[in-house]
């Protein structure tokens, strides 16, 4: 909710079409995964302390649910530029482009 997001096009390996088994198929992670489970994140953040904190930053969340803010804390998932820096590293994929926050919505 709080951290940036990347566009990322996947690494084409091999010659014709073909790709290396050893690759991700041209394909790029979709997100940095977590470090925490949800329940330890709403133990450990409030809900309406994340959405201040936010909007302090210029950030809006909409969400019928404070505890599901709580528990999608921006600081319970991994750090996503040492995922994608690890992935262009590794060939697996390039960066396109950064994309920060504005708005997020939660269903």
Known sequence: MGTASYILAGSASGTGGRTDPGHAFASACHGAGRSMSRHQAS????????V???AQRGILIRSPSLRGIAEE????DKDV??????AAAAGLAKKVARLTPVICIKG
């Open 81 to 86: 530029s040492a995922v994608v820096d690890a």
């Open 73 to 76: 804390a921006p600081g319970a």
């Open 52 to 54: 201040d904190g936010l």
């Open 43 to 50: 133990r450990r953040w409030q809900g309406r302390a994340i």
